[in-house]
């Protein structure tokens, strides 16, 4: 069993920047990555990274959003910057272990015009 705490989230304004962190208990962890759910949307995959730190984008959030790991702290980090209104949305982190997905609850992400 994995658990996940996620942090980071809160009011931003338009052209803001956050980061979100999302720190998972036990090891043996490979990819982290964040999905968001937007309000009246279905969730999307936002950004993952491996084991070896190779991260990999939406295309809706390359050069916006960076994703990277400690893994000394399995910890993943999503740095959001430029914020928009439609970023606004559910973050959530979600994590592999020996083949089985683990996901946070959430971390609400809302940007104000």
């Known amino acids: 069993q994995v658990q996940l705490v996620e942090s980071g989230g809160g009011v931003v304004q338009a052209g803001g920047s956050l980061r979100l962190s999302c720190a998972a208990s036990?090891?043996?962890?490979?990819?982290m990555g964040w999905y968001r759910q937007a309000p009246g949307k279905q969730r999307e995959l936002v950004a993952f990274?491996?084991?070896?730190?190779?991260?990999n984008y939406a295309d809706s959030v390359k050069g916006r959003f960076t994703i990277s790991r400690d893994n000394a702290k399995n910890t993943v980090y999503l740095q959001m910057n430029s914020l928009k209104p439609e970023h606004t949305a559910l973050y959530s982190c979600?994590?592999?272990?020996?083949?089985?997905?683990?996901w946070g609850q959430g971390t609400q992400v809302p940007v104000s015009s």
């Open positions: 990274i491996t084991s070896g730190g190779m991260p």
């Open positions: 036990g090891g043996g962890i490979s990819i």
């Open positions: 979600t994590v592999r272990k020996y083949g089985d997905a683990y």
